[in-house]
Every structure is written in C-alpha cells, then in structure tokens.
C-alpha cells in the first residue's frame, strides 16, 4: 500500500473549500489543515482553487444552465474558509512562491480555462494530490482531466468529500480503477 | 421523464466500440445498432470513436503507465476496428463537410476531446447536444461526459447502451453523472426523442 512516485515533483491541490460548500467541506477541514502544514514543511507547492463568476452570461456556460446558479467572484461565500486560511501562504515575490490561488476557475475541472497547467508545467509538477470539494464533481473531474494530461494522481480518501457517502464511494471506486492511486491523508504524510 | 433539449442540434457519440473492448461491448451492441439506424433516419450526425496509439511511446502517457505498454492496442491492428457488427453502420460520405457519420481516429486517452478534432467538428456543425454511448461507462464515456459539460455541451447519456466491467462501476457512474452532468436516459426514450 505504498505510493511509487516521486515526492519532489508533487504538488498539492486543495479544491473549492470556499464558504458556499461549508456544509460538505466542514468534515474534511482538520485533515486538509495538516495535509497543507506537512506540504509546507516539505517545501511542497500548493494550489488553492476558488470557483467563482464574474460574469455568469458569459462564464457560467453548462454548469450554470444545470445548477441555475452560481458563485460570484469575490463574494463572502466566494471565499476561502475561514479555519483555512491562515494556511493559505503566498509570498509576493518571485514564480517560485509556495502557494498559488487559482481565483479563474468557472467550471468543475481546476484546469478548463486556468492557469493551473502552466503553473505545474513550469514547477516541473508530475505528481498530483487531490484534496478538497466535492469528490464526485470538481475533484473526480479534474482528477481525470490531470490523468488526461499525464499526472500521476493521488486522490485522498479522506481529504475529499461529497454531498453524500454514496457519491463518495462512487467516485472513489471509479477512479481507484482507471486514473489514481487511492491514498490517506496519514498515508501521503508519511510518504512527502 | 422527458428530455428538453432539442434535438435538431444533438449529436450521437458512439465511444470505443472495437474488437478490444468485445467483452464489455457484446451486451450493448443491439442498442447501439437501433441508436445509430435512428440517428440515420433522422438525419442526426453520427461520432464513431477507434481509441489507438500508433507510437505508445509518444502518445501514452499516462494511460500507458496506468495499464502497461502492451494494453494500449496498436492503431490500425485488428483490435483497434470497430467491431464487425457495427461496421456496416458506420456510414461515410467522402464528400463535403457535412458527412453523416465521423470517425475519430485521434484518441489517444479516455477523453474522446483530449487532443482530436472532436470539439472543432461539433462546433462547426451547430452541436449543442451531445448522446453519449459505448464503451467502458465509467473510463472513456465517463471521461468524455465531463469534458463535454465543461465546454458547455447538454449532455445525454444512456444507461443502457453504455457498459462497463462490471456492474458497480456502471451504477457509480450513473449516479455521478446524474448528479451533475447528465441527462440519464435509455434508448427507447431518445428513439422517441429524436
């Protein structure tokens, strides 16, 4: 039950723990914290994703005509968690900043139309891990959409969540079979 | 129960329908028979899909790495053809742009979009909807779906003219899906649909 990958070239993504899914993302925030501290500690870039619409006429495409609604950019629910964060470090100066926030994303896939590809590109990124809201949407889709494009994919069990435990369990048979390695958040601290 | 996009605007993917997925495929093979000869009648344009890598080590990737080099069937080998039950209904037209059925030969991962001209030959033909059959339910259909909603396309998929490896994996998909991607419909609705 070991992760064959290499640790320096690893990256970490926290996906959509913004205020508007407090309800599911409240069980998960404990393990995200310590998750995001060993990233630190391990010199581990992190990319913090928020969803929102600047403009949802033009931005919300499928995604808004499905849930008739939408998260506008720079809102309250717009923002990050409060517990997290105090973990969310950026350093001003230079590309090799430790914690990026992807603010462009309007889909559920963190790499549609963001900058999420080059940034990784640019770090040297193979490996990633998946953490954050919700399993079966935004994290499921843009697990697949890093497998397409050639990550390897670590996909936390019990650093994701859904709105229920069935989608949960869904999401995590599927991509057990076909896209990532299925790991713990105590399992990838040991490894990092 | 009834489907509200229009239909005038919808295209059918069939996904992966080879000799190599013959095992997942056999059971829906009918269904996909009765979809593609509707789609014909009315005039609805047609997406045959033949997932191949013609350099493994080139284009893969990831996939290569996930099952192993010798699972990622040559192009142009004879796992690669769509099966022979369907062939006789994959129509072309070597004419025009406005060929009834099209064969994407360019998939190298489960993303019938990733890297093949897919999305541009939609776009030019008006697509607003995309039916969504084949093979494996939650790999390429899946996959497909996702990146499908993405770039804002309405999305149908077919409980029963998809298939995967087993039965769980189908429902899971399914369930997902449901949630917040797709239509879920069977051939019989869509039949009277279009």
Request: proline content about 2%; aromatic content about 10%.
């Amino acid at each position: 039950m070991s992760i064959s990958y290499n640790p320096k070239t690893t990256a970490l993504l926290v996906i959509d723990m913004q205020v508007y899914f407090h309800n599911s993302s409240n069980k998960i925030i404990k393990n995200v914290q310590s998750l995001v501290k060993r990233c630190h500690e391990k010199d581990i870039p992190v990319f913090w994703t928020q969803h929102g619409h600047r403009n949802i006429e033009f931005d919300g495409g499928a995604l808004a005509r499905w849930w008739e609604t939408g998260i506008k950019w720079g809102s309250k629910d717009w923002e990050i968690l409060s517990e997290l964060q105090p973990y969310v470090s950026r350093s001003p100066a230079a590309i090799n900043i430790l914690d990026f926030v992807i603010t462009s994303k309007t889909r559920y896939d963190a790499f549609y139309k963001t900058e999420l590809n080059s940034l990784l590109t640019s770090l040297g990124i193979e490996t990633l891990i998946i953490s954050g809201v919700l399993t079966n949407l935004c994290c499921e889709t843009t697990a697949r959409s890093g497998f397409n494009q050639d990550y390897n994919i670590i996909f936390l069990d019990d650093a994701t969540a859904a709105e229920d435990e069935e989608m949960h369990k869904a999401s995590i048979l599927n991509l057990a079979y076909g896209f990532a390695k299925i790991s713990t958040v105590k399992e990838v601290i040991d490894w990092l």
